[in-house]
């Protein structure tokens, strides 16, 4: 088939890899327009625009899908199908109908679980032991289009967000170039999603990656988890933001209120509601990241100081 390839970030490379691999024709590739990116925030285009052009294939920008040029376009190219991969834009009903046998997702859960932008990383702060990627028939809900198929993926008890998604990135390219193998052959159906068992994924915000410890510790461990890389999850210390790579469960380690902090040799503690963790490593406001003793070294937290407790605003005044 002659395919039109939708994907933005890096995650959705693989899948284009894939199809420029398979017995298909990616003709044209849709992706988010240049954005500001690195240390200069210079314009880039995205990581599915650089590896089309590296592949000599025509890229489309459209700064919104529902553009008269970018629909006319599509039109004059008229692919057979559309497969898409985190496109980051929501596709109107006249571009739906453009190509002859639609608009294909590759979604990363096992719908209808956890339909939305964020996906693996509500799985992960969830606590689900396995999740997976979909393909399915874009219709105009919200990831709610047929199924063609799904491969699983174990979340391991050590996982980030960021390391299951690579691993379902992989197996989920190889999923969505065997659908587009079964709707050219005609043995490949959609099965409609059961009504129940739906969840929702929204995107996560920073708001959401600001650690509570009250909660239990092992509730602490998956939104650390869920949120790395990104957005990345926080704390404070001293009214400074710090952000907090991977936890470690101390199983029995509970004599510390949550949120102080413990700091022996070579470890560093802290209380949560339930028993303590053990930061590997965090990130201290306008730093790089560094091992969690280290940074205890430098600031010396004093006994009893907690995280997520704002300064005294009267520490200091004249009596």
């Not at 890899?17 to 024709?25: D, N, P, T, V, W």
């Not at 990616?26 to 200069?40: F, I, K, L």
């Not at 999923?175 to 959609?190: K, V």
């Not at 509601?273 to 053990?278: M, N, P, Q, T």
Request: negative net charge.
């Amino acid at each position: 088939m002659r395919l039109v390839f939708a994907g933005t970030p890096e995650v959705a490379v693989p899948s284009l890899e894939a199809l420029i691999a398979s017995r298909h024709e990616v003709v044209a590739v849709v992706t988010r327009p240049d954005a500001p990116a690195g240390r200069g925030r210079k314009l880039r285009p995205s990581p599915v625009a650089e590896r089309a052009m590296e592949a000599g294939i025509e890229v489309l920008r459209p700064a919104r899908p529902r553009e008269p040029e970018f629909l006319a376009r599509l039109a004059e190219i008229a692919p057979d199908c559309c497969p898409v991969v985190a496109y980051g834009a929501l596709l109107p009903k006249v571009a739906l109908d453009i190509p002859a046998r639609g608009w294909v997702n590759l979604h990363f859960s096992l719908l209808p679980a956890w339909r939305g932008a964020a996906p693996v990383q509500h799985a992960v702060m969830a606590g689900d032991d396995v999740t997976g990627a979909c393909t399915f028939q874009i219709e105009e809900g919200l990831d709610s289009g047929p199924v063609f198929g799904c491969v699983t993926d174990e979340v391991r008890p050590t996982d980030t967000s960021g390391d299951l998604l690579e691993r379902l990135s992989r197996s989920g390219a190889r999923l969505l170039a065997a659908t587009m193998d079964g709707i050219e052959d005609g043995q490949l159906l959609a099965v409609p999603q059961p009504p129940d068992g739906v969840s929702l994924a929204p995107k996560v915000t920073v708001a959401d990656a600001h650690v509570d410890w009250t909660a239990p510790a092992l509730r602490v461990d998956r939104v650390v988890r869920g949120c790395t890389p990104a957005p990345g999850a926080w704390t404070t210390f001293r009214g400074e933001r710090v952000k907090l790579a991977q936890v470690r469960l101390r199983a029995g380690d509970s004599e510390l209120p949550p949120g102080e902090i413990a700091v022996e040799r070579k470890v560093v503690r802290v209380g949560t509601g339930s028993h303590a963790v053990e930061l590997t490593e965090v990130q201290p406001q306008g730093k790089r990241m560094m091992a969690a003793v280290d940074w205890a070294r430098g600031v010396r937290p004093e006994p009893g100081e907690r995280f997520g407790v704002e300064p005294d605003a009267t520490s200091g005044a004249a009596e």
